[in-house]
């Protein structure tokens, strides 16, 4: 769109210029400078955001972080698209973004692949495409120009790593675990359950049921239920996200089961969002492995770069933390990396951002 723009402005400019050579105009220099600048210079960037959904609390920060990002204020027009969980609706946002001709379109993808057809639709009309949060698998990287989220393997990694150093110091001898998975297919579930399923085999846990929860409050809920109605023994439950916890903790009190270090269940989980760490604190979220949503930001500095003739990395992790409850662990080591547990507090829960 603002390439349109511009191009008009540059026309019309070229049109006074003319008009001023040929001495038959009043205007002088002055005047057609500021016209310069107020039809080409201060234009807005027009950026298309096709959003995966509303599915969490983290989903809920990542949009405010977008949203406070590109506003008015800061130069830019943003179409926000909600395709409530669909890649369907997020292909048609695209495309629509495609018609509108925007500066950059922005993609946080609910699932990796299935993604070609319509990002080279997205190259084909020029229009350069950052992702953002969860990652793509695309035959061709030139489809996409940049991409920055979280390494979800890693986060995966520091819980498994938490919770056999966690029974090592409590004395627990059997892990009998349930894994309530993100949105099958999505980078997010993708790594965080190859983690687990990594540690299960090399410590020898056992896996007592592993099923999706979507990513939401209700469905966690939902799933933890019919678990529990089978009667296995379970004293672990991993959540891929904090608002899977929320329904699982739900669910596990309704059984007549507490959870908690001094309860029947230990409730671990992904994101801590301010009701995460909170419960974290409180020990109903045993270890709570951080995902970060202010991703605005980030993906504007890419886009500035972009503005400003530079190449941005191809693709940018952002460092995260994890927090559990007590400090029974203070740090995790993945491959010869160490990174400190904190403990939730108070000061840390004022502290957070989302
Ligand atoms: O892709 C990030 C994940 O998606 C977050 O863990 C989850 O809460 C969200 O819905």
Request: proline share 1%; net charge negative; aromatic share 6%.
């Amino acid at each position: 769109m603002r390439k349109k723009i511009l191009a008009t402005a540059l026309s019309l400019t070229m049109a006074a210029t003319l008009l001023v050579g040929c001495g038959g105009g009043g205007q002088d220099a002055s005047s057609d400078k500021s016209s310069d600048k107020g039809g080409g210079d201060k234009k807005e960037i027009v950026v298309g955001f096709s959003q995966v959904g509303a599915e969490s609390d983290w989903r809920t920060a990542n949009s405010e972080s977008m949203k406070s990002t590109f506003s008015k204020e800061n130069g830019y027009e943003l179409i926000f698209d909600d395709a409530q969980q669909k890649q369907e609706n997020q292909i048609t946002a695209i495309r629509n973004f495609i018609q509108q001709e925007v500066d950059y379109i922005i993609l946080a993808p609910v699932t990796e692949t299935g993604w070609d057809t319509v990002l080279k639709e997205a190259k084909d009309a020029d229009i350069p495409v950052i992702i953002v949060d969860r990652m793509v698998e695309v035959s061709d990287d030139s489809l996409y120009t940049a991409w920055v989220g979280s390494n979800f393997k890693l986060e995966g990694q520091k819980a498994c790593e938490w919770l056999k150093a966690y029974a090592e110091a409590k004395g627990i001898k059997e892990i009998n675990i349930v894994d309530i998975q993100g949105t099958i297919g999505a980078s997010a579930q993708i790594g965080r359950t190859e983690a687990l399923n990594d540690a299960v085999k090399a410590n020898g846990w056992n896996l007592v049921a592993q099923q999706t929860g979507e990513f939401t409050q209700a469905k966690g809920q939902e799933v933890m239920e019919s678990i529990l109605k089978k009667g296995d023994d379970i004293n672990v439950v991993y959540c891929e996200n904090d608002n899977e916890a929320f329904g699982a903790i739900d669910a596990i009190k309704a059984a007549g089961k507490k959870v908690g270090p001094d309860g029947d269940i230990l409730v671990m989980s992904f994101d801590t969002v301010k009701d995460g760490i909170t419960k974290t604190m409180e020990g109903e979220i045993i270890c709570n492995t951080e995902c970060n949503p202010l991703h605005g930001s980030r993906v504007e500095e890419i886009i500035k770069k972009l503005e400003d003739g530079g190449t941005p990395d191809k693709q940018a992790y952002v460092e995260e933390g994890i927090y559990a409850h007590s400090d029974d662990v203070a740090k995790v080591t993945i491959d010869g990396t160490d990174y400190e547990v904190t403990k939730v507090t108070q000061e840390v829960i004022d502290k957070r951002a989302y």
